[in-house]
């Protein structure tokens, strides 16, 4: 069988590698299982044990290795003008001798590049390459400042890079090629030099666009390069950036065969436990089960940084288990082979022995699809585009509804604003919008038909209220659908957020009682009344002085929810931003009213279920022997803010799992604590018993 470039985009990785393809090559990047770097610096050239930097890698059976080039300082004696020797280089072939000894131990080689900085003497002499800020001036590096920023839309990068490339080709094996930096995480470029003064405005949804057409022209620039070598070879860039990545990831991901996450650690104050697995569930959104690796830190990351420093093992472990049971492939680095394999080693162990355990199991890690009856739309340039009120940001929405269904223990995908089409939406019984502030004509018409074909819709807030150029709209993009009207302007708080009157009883308010009365949300945007409200508007009044604080109009006919029944559709609107003021505020009420919605629009239906105390997040995959449940385990004190310290083990856990029509289960693994598990089926419903979680457990579920 001859696999067309199409059939390799579209098919899962797993399937890529199942016997059936056996007699067409299948290319090494769709069955990498483990990746490694140790991030060199200029001065490893000096110290670096090379022979002892390959063993361990070799001994954590890792399939591919990072080695740096790298186009800021060269570990190479490249002959490419102004790609600068490293400091201590002298001559020496650094990464020739690098690659030679990952090659001799079956490992595959990357080659790593930076194309995003550039010295002055490079600036003197091309001052077209380089970012420009409004009065012209050369844009420097944030934390060197003998360091310029480089412009993508310039000769840098379709002649300097490309030499680059070319010259690594013409010299050593290669199997990849690969740029850090490029392309840009969390922000689209600001630049003013003269070719992007051609472009649109900087931070406009048109320049979003050229930025998008500029980096997929470049990536299927430099995977040709890379192709001039050997077939097989293919590059890739830095991306990650979870919904607010940087290029269009729906049409990135047509000419992407591997798509890497630079998502190291908890980067903030307030990162919650599941930002990596949050990015694995935006990453199959487009990639449908090709290759996606998560780059997990062994060293300290976090607000403040140590980068030759490790961070807690325990940390680094959730982040391995977040990766691998969302999908990823880890790829694991510390920075500095100086510091790494002398000064600070503890990132070594913990690595080894997860890589080590990983192996033995990876026939239960070769995913072929989700599991999942629900979708979450993924609005990608709402997050990039549209300024919510006051102080909100796009990932509060986001990470609330997130915790929203992790609490509910819902099986779900993200799905790709871009991809709305029948085809992708058949498998999801209900799609949520939390805040999808940007739609186009196109996209309300595709959620409308799969409303019209029996889908169910929950929104909240501005969703549908601006188009894809971020142009208010006078009225929501989905009114009809919900049937709803837009009646006035976003109102805020005063002292109190509004509230929400119970005006009848609905499914969606299922274990509330002995109250008239349930929070609302900070903001709202009004809309026209609607027959037989569940909720209505009690609107905000002031909190202090307590003698003030009751409500001077203590009932209204305008909407805190719109809740239809449409033919098999179930529909639920808010006005209100509940999921983001249930996560400022951790009122539970909120939280509850918005699982018992989700649970209303699946009517209760789940293909898998998990009972037991705690506070985990779960996965199901269909796999290549059957299928997977992966449990995560985040009951601990640091699931919101900083490192986790030891975890606090959970269970007993009783889990059911729908079965394919037609299989009957054979065998259950439980992968991390390597035992297997007593399973009852019944009919094409399978049960079983895990006794306890640590941090994550695999039931690896063998099917005939």
Request: glycine share 8%; hydrophobic share 35%; proline share 6%.
């Amino acid at each position: 069988m001859d696999l067309t470039r199409r059939d390799l985009i579209t098919l899962p990785a797993a399937a890529l590698a199942a016997p059936l393809f056996a007699e067409s090559p299948v290319p090494w990047y769709y069955t990498v299982r483990r990746v490694g770097q140790v991030n060199m610096t200029e001065h490893d050239v000096v110290d670096l044990d090379i022979e002892k930097w390959a063993d361990y890698w070799a001994s954590a059976k890792t399939d591919a290795l990072l080695v740096s080039v790298t186009g800021i300082v060269a570990y190479y004696p490249s002959k490419v003008p102004f790609h600068k020797h490293g400091k201590y280089l002298n001559g020496r072939d650094f990464f020739g001798e690098c690659c030679a000894a990952a090659k001799k131990r079956g490992i595959k080689v990357v080659a790593r590049m930076s194309p995003d900085l550039q010295w002055e003497e490079a600036l003197q002499a091309h001052p077209e390459w380089f970012e420009r800020n409004q009065q012209g001036n050369p844009a420097r590096h944030t934390e060197d400042p003998r360091l310029y920023r480089t412009c993508m839309f310039t000769s840098y990068f379709t002649e300097f890079m490309p030499a680059i490339m070319r010259e690594v080709n013409s010299l050593y094996d290669v199997d990849a090629h690969y740029t850090n930096g490029w392309p840009p995480l969390g922000r689209l470029p600001v630049c003013y030099c003269d070719a992007c003064k051609k472009l649109a405005r900087p931070g406009s949804p048109e320049y979003w666009q050229q930025f998008t057409d500029r980096v997929v022209y470049l990536w299927k620039l430099y995977d040709g390069i890379a192709k001039e070598k050997k077939g097989d070879s293919l590059f890739y860039a830095n991306l990650g950036g979870a919904a607010r990545a940087t290029p269009n990831l729906k049409q990135l991901a047509e000419v992407c065969n591997w798509f890497n996450c630079d998502n190291q650690g908890r980067g903030g104050d307030d990162t919650p436990i599941w930002g990596c697995t949050l990015q694995g569930r935006v990453c199959y959104s487009v990639m449908k089960g090709r290759t996606t690796t998560n780059v997990t830190g062994g060293w300290s990351t976090g607000a403040l940084r140590w980068r030759n420093a490790a961070k807690s093992p325990n940390e680094e472990t959730m982040w391995f288990d977040e990766t691998k049971a969302s999908g990823m492939v880890i790829w694991y680095t510390f920075i500095g082979g100086e510091t790494g394999m002398g000064e600070d080693r503890r990132w070594q162990a913990p690595a080894r022995d997860y890589f080590t355990w990983q192996a033995r199991h990876d026939r239960h890690f070769a995913n072929r699809r989700t599991i999942a009856n629900l979708g979450v739309v993924l609005g990608q340039s709402t997050h990039l585009f549209y300024l919510p009120p006051g102080t909100a940001t796009t990932q509060q929405y986001l990470d609330a509804l997130y915790y929203v269904l992790l609490e509910g223990r819902f099986f779900f995908d993200f799905v790709h604003e871009d991809d709305l089409g029948a085809g992708n939406l058949k498998k999801y019984k209900a799609l949520l919008l939390p805040n999808i502030a940007l739609l186009s004509d196109e996209q309300c018409r595709q959620l409308k038909a799969y409303v019209d074909g029996g889908g169910s819709l929950l929104a909240t807030f501005e969703t549908g209220l601006y188009n894809e150029r971020n142009q208010r709209r006078d009225d929501f993009g989905l009114a009809d659908v919900f049937g709803i009207h837009k009646a006035g302007d976003i109102k805020g708080t005063v002292g109190n957020a509004f509230y929400a009157r119970i005006e009848r009883q609905h499914e969606i308010l299922n274990g509330f009682s002995n109250t008239n009365w349930l929070p609302g949300a900070e903001y709202r945007v009004p809309v026209s009344p609607v027959e037989s409200p569940v909720l209505t508007v009690v609107p905000g009044f002031v909190a202090y002085p307590p003698e003030l604080s009751y409500p001077p109009t203590p009932r209204t006919d305008e909407p805190a929810v719109v809740v239809r029944e449409r033919g098999k559709s179930r529909l639920i609107y808010f006005p209100g931003d509940v999921e983001r003021s249930m996560w400022r505020s951790g009122h539970t009420d909120l939280g509850r009213l918005l699982g018992n919605s989700v649970r209303w629009l699946l009517r209760g239906e789940s293909p898998v279920g998990i009972e037991g105390s705690g506070v985990i997040e779960a996965f199901a995959w269909e796999t290549e022997p059957g299928m997977a449940v992966h449990i995560l385990n985040y009951t601990n004190p640091n699931m919101h803010r900083g490192w986790i310290r030891e975890f606090y083990p959970i269970g007993e856990l009783k889990v059911r799992i729908d079965l394919p029509p037609g299989k009957r289960a054979r065998r259950v693994e439980l992968l991390r604590s390597e035992t297997t598990a007593a399973f009852r089926q019944t009919g094409g419903r399978l049960e079983f018993t895990i006794p306890k979680v640590v941090d994550y457990e695999v039931a690896g579920i063998d099917l005939a």
